[in-house]
Structure formats: structure tokens, C-alpha cells
């Protein structure tokens, strides 16, 4: 069974930034990927940023490209997301998720096939 416990969420003033991590344990595959979705109050959960365990593949979401970067320490099992020019429309609890692959996690147009979600880290961006 594969855990994953996020660290990193708080409260920032528009402009700002934060960094997240999220580390996977029980999570035994050499090729897996691992990303960051958000849900914003009244919203669907979205898909933000996502990576492989190869470092070859990742996913950003329009909303936040050039924006936030997402890294990936394969020997720890462990994602960050660090979160730059933060703006309300960031505000939301984020997720942390590990699938089999970016396309069959993270994009839009995929199946969103997890293996695993984590119980998420409240991100609010107000002034």
C-alpha cells in the first residue's frame, strides 16, 4: 500500500512563494509518476503539475507554466512542487498523487488513474 504524506502549505501573500513536497513510502515501481493537483473551494480537483520517475516527462497545467517548477528525487521517492508569483487563483488544497505514468495521471485528457492520494496541504494566497 503506497503512502504519501504532503508537507510544505501555508498562507503567502499574492507575489509570494511557497515550496511543497510530498513523499511516497511502500511505493516499490522503477517507473511511476508523481504530481500535484488542487482543488479550489467550489471547484474540481485539477491537475497541476506532474513528472516521471525518469525525469524525461513532465506536465504543467496553462494556469501555471513559467511559474511553478516540479523536481522529483527518485532514491527518496519524493516530489516538489515550488510555487512562485503566487496569485489568489492559486488558493486551494493540493494534492499529492502517484500513478502510472504523466499521461495516464496528469493530463487532461487522460484516464487520472492514481494508485495513491495523499490527504492533501491547504495553500492560501491572500494579502
Known amino acids: 500500500q503506497i503512502e504519501l504524506v504532503e508537507s510544505g502549505g501555508g498562507l503567502v501573500q499574492p507575489g509570494g512563494s511557497l515550496a511543497l513536497s510530498c513523499a511516497a513510502s511502500?511505493?516499490?515501481?522503477?517507473?511511476?509518476?508523481m504530481g500535484w493537483f488542487r482543488q479550489a473551494p467550489g471547484k474540481e480537483r485539477e491537475g497541476v503539475s506532474c513528472?516521471?520517475?525518469?525525469?524525461?516527462?513532465?506536465y504543467f497545467d496553462d494556469s501555471v507554466k513559467g511559474r511553478f517548477t516540479i523536481s522529483i528525487d527518485n532514491s527518496k521517492k519524493t516530489v516538489y512542487l515550488q510555487m512562485t508569483s503566487l496569485t489568489p487563483e492559486d488558493t486551494g488544497v493540493y494534492y499529492c498523487?502517484?500513478?502510472?505514468?504523466?499521461?495516464?495521471?496528469?493530463?487532461?485528457?487522460?484516464?487520472?488513474?492514481?494508485?495513491?492520494w495523499g490527504p492533501g496541504t491547504q495553500v492560501s494566497v491572500s494579502a
Open positions: 498523487a502517484v500513478g502510472p505514468s504523466v499521461y495516464r495521471l496528469c493530463i487532461p485528457e487522460g484516464p487520472h488513474e492514481t494508485d495513491s
Open positions: 513528472i516521471s520517475s525518469t525525469q524525461t516527462m513532465t
Open positions: 511502500g511505493l516499490t515501481k522503477d517507473f511511476y509518476a
